[in-house]
Structures are given as structure tokens and as C-alpha cells.
């Protein structure tokens, strides 16, 4: 069972190590740092994981609910999560090595840009859950305080 408490947990964390990468990364030599690089490899787990968690335990419980209006809410989140996961290993492919454990930077600006839009993407997607998909699962199950 997965409490609400352990997705907005992760949620926080998420925003947080958001929020300290984009503003480490601005500095172009602080790129290149083991910090900047396990903050980038912990950040990328810690989203995949989440995404991962929300679509099998919430949507993959909700696509199962009798109400068509629940069916295509979570037919939505699971349709924009592929499509957040097809950019997000795009972005991952192309500025990182994960053999190295390294960023691969050539040019700071199209990087700082491509991870500025793609923070924005993930914060995007946590907003979504936490306005509309959580009171669904909660409405649904009657249950406050855990998914399943």
C-alpha cells in the first residue's frame, strides 16, 4: 500500500532537488562537479521512480474503476506519463553519460534551457497529480490516507 504521505513526501523532494540542480547548474563550471553529477543522477532516479509508483498504483487502480469519467482521467495521466518519460530519456540521453556517471555538456546554454523546460515538465506533472489526481483516488476510495 502507498500512503499519500509517502507521494507527496516524494513529490517534495523532487521539487527540492529541482530547485537546488537548476540553480547549481546556472554556474557553467559548477556543471562539471561530482556533486552536480550525483544531484543530477539521484534527481533523474527519484522522478523515474515516482512516475513509475503514480501510474501503477494510482492510474493502474483507477483504469480499473467502474466510472468512465475516472477510467479516462487516469487514461490522461497515463497517456501524458508516457509522454513525459519519452522526453525525459531524451534529455537523460543526451547530457549525461551514465557509464561515466557524468554530465555531457557541450554547449551550457542549450543544457541549461533543455533542463529548465524539463524541470518545468516534471513540476507540471507533480501540480497535476496533487490537484487533480490525488482527490480523485480519494474521492473514489473514500480513504485519506492511503492509495490502495
Not at 527519484?46 to 487516469?74: F, P, W, Y
Not at 508516457?82 to 553519460?97: D, L, N, T
Amino acid at each position: 500500500m502507498v500512503a499519500f504521505a509517502q507521494l507527496h513526501a516524494q513529490n517534495h523532494k523532487i521539487i527540492e532537488l529541482s530547485n537546488v540542480f537548476l540553480y547549481l547548474v546556472r554556474e557553467r563550471s559548477m556543471c562539471d562537479t561530482e556533486v552536480a553529477c550525483d544531484l543530477f543522477f539521484d534527481l533523474t532516479t527519484r522522478i523515474r521512480e515516482h512516475m513509475e509508483l503514480v501510474d501503477r498504483e494510482l492510474c493502474g487502480r483507477l483504469i480499473a474503476h467502474s466510472e468512465q469519467q475516472v477510467k479516462n482521467t487516469a487514461n490522461r495521466f497515463l497517456s501524458g506519463s508516457i509522454e513525459i518519460k519519452r522526453i525525459f530519456a531524451a534529455y537523460v540521453k543526451q547530457w549525461c553519460s551514465q557509464q561515466r556517471h557524468s554530465l555531457t555538456i557541450g554547449d551550457h546554454a542549450a543544457f541549461l534551457q533543455d533542463t529548465e523546460q524539463m524541470m518545468a515538465l516534471v513540476m507540471d506533472r507533480i501540480q497535476r497529480e496533487t490537484e487533480h489526481l490525488y482527490p480523485l483516488i480519494r474521492q473514489v476510495q473514500g480513504n485519506d490516507k492511503e492509495v490502495a
